[in-house]
Every structure is written in C-alpha cells, then in structure tokens.
C-alpha cells in the first residue's frame, strides 16, 4: 500500500504537465494564426506587397501623383520619339521623377501598359554598341528606349497613320534600302560603296539629294552606326582615312532582319531566283 500511496501522486503529476505543454501549444498556435489574420487583413484592398525598392518608394505617392507621373513618361516618349531621339532612363529621372527616381521601375513599367493599352507601342531597350575585344568592361544595360510599333501587320495595312506632310513615307523608303545594301554586303558597307550604289540608282548625281547629309541623319536617330577606319591606298595618300556603315541600335529594334529579307525579295518580284532567301544569308554572313 505505501508503495501505491508513494506512486500515486506521480501519475497525476505528468499528465498534468502534459495538458501544460498542450495548452501552452495551443496558445502558441491561435497566436501565430491571429498574427497571419492581421498581416492578411491589413494587405486588403493592395495589388501586391512591395518586396522592391521601386515598390516601398511608390507607396509614398499618392494615387493622383503616380498617375501623373506615369503619363508625363507617355508624354516623353512620344516627344522623343517625334524627334527620333532616344528615351534615356536619366530623361525620366530628371524631368518627371525628380526626388522620386527610386520608383523608375513602377512608373516604367505603368508607362509601358499604357502605350500598349492605347497606342499599340511598347519601349524597347536598345542594344549596346559592340566594342573591340579588350576594351573596358562592357555595361549590362544601355538605359536608352525607342518605341517599337506592336501592332499587328494587318492593323499597319489600313491608313491609321498618315505620314504624308513629313515625308516620312520617302525617308524610312531611303533607309531601308541603305539597311538592305549593308546586310548583303557581310553587314558592313563603306561610304564609298554606298556611294557607287547610288550612282547606279541616279541620286548621287541629284542637286536636291545630299547623301552624305542624309547619312548624318540617320547616325542622329541611331538607325546606322558610322566608324572611321584606315585602308591602303595606292594613291599619294598612303594612309586614306574611310568610313563605314552598319547597323545602328534602333534598326536593330525596329527592323527584323526576316522583314528585311521580304523587302529584298519583293523588290526582285517574280524575276527573283529560286535560292535568294539562301543567297541573301551568305551575302550577309549569316
């Protein structure tokens, strides 16, 4: 009996610890469960937590002043493609975000819905001009945009836009056959020989047409990109200095190097022979 009377107290004892442990777990659960109830009802009514820097900065705006900011960014990049000019990240921080240039990212990004939403244009970034091996380390960004139409071909084909009072018709004509000369010439064409084709098509020789003027203006708007480079000459000149063509960032962006290819090919129409698209692809180095 005393052995019982000794044991007995002990049996009660754990289980009354148990049901502590329990209770206390319970107490640790439905307080973790409240703290989840109150982090999900004070993210109510917000699209999205703000896990970036862009997104915590944009919540210091009002509604009224992040929807100004991103029109004035529509607004820019329209001017600026107007002009053919470039839309640099910097243009954005300095004339419309000002002391809120942390949110480039969201208001960027609104711009872009915008565009696309009601003029069927999207920013693109365009590509870094490549440089020569062991050159200084190359950026990863070039933080300059053009709009790039995204309409699809079918919508171009109906006369929505109309460029007839600035030529415009005429000179992105002009462009594309100087893209499609430096394609098929390995990518690469000198002023020289840009200047031998267009003799061949009777402009070079036109009072009205300056060619080297409309070169410099389509180095402007980015659509060719011009170096100057040395070459032997049999001439008295030793050392000629020459320059030479490629293809500029914007065309890049703005002119498929497969759109192009179409364009060749309808200027041969049906005299074209059979294994152009193949001819063009060596032509050009592909």
């Not at 919508?155 to 893209?179: A, C, D, F, P, Q």
């Not at 759109?259 to 692809?281: C, H, M, T, V």
Request: glycine residues 4%; neutral net charge; hydrophobic residues 30%.
């Amino acid at each position: 009996m005393e052995d019982e009377t000794e044991a007995g107290p002990s049996r009660p004892t754990r289980r009354t610890a148990l049901r502590d442990e329990s209770a206390r777990n319970v107490q640790k659960r439905r307080r973790r469960d409240e703290e989840e109830e109150t982090e999900a009802s004070s993210n109510e009514g917000s699209v999205s937590q703000p896990s970036t820097i862009a997104e915590k900065a944009a919540q210091k705006l009002t509604a009224e002043e992040l929807e100004r900011k991103v029109k004035d960014v529509v607004r820019l990049a329209l001017f600026s493609e107007l002009r053919k000019q470039p839309l640099k990240r910097e243009d954005v921080t300095k004339k419309v975000l000002h002391e809120h240039s942390k949110t480039f990212q969201v208001v960027f990004e609104k711009a872009q819905e915008l565009l696309v939403d009601i003029f069927g244009m999207s920013l693109a970034e365009l590509p870094l001009k490549e440089k020569k091996a062991g050159g200084s380390r190359k950026p990863t960004s070039s933080t300059k945009y053009v709009l790039k139409n995204i309409l699809s071909q079918d919508y171009r084909k109906v006369g929505i836009i109309s460029w007839e009072k600035n030529n415009e018709e005429e000179s992105m004509g002009l462009l594309t056959v100087i893209l499609s000369l430096i394609h098929v010439n390995g990518k690469l064409l000198s002023d020289e020989q840009l200047a031998h084709y267009f003799r061949r098509l009777c402009l070079i020789d036109n009072d009205k047409f300056d060619l080297e003027k409309v070169l410099s203006t389509f180095v402007k708007q980015g659509y060719l990109n011009k170096q100057k480079v040395s070459r032997s000459d049999q001439s008295q000149n030793p050392e000629k200095e020459s320059l030479e063509y490629s293809w500029g960032p914007r065309a890049k962006v703005e002119m498929p190097e497969e759109n192009l290819i179409e364009f060749i090919r309808a200027l041969f129409g049906q005299s074209a022979p059979p294994d152009l698209d193949k001819q063009i692809e060596r032509s050009s180095g592909i």
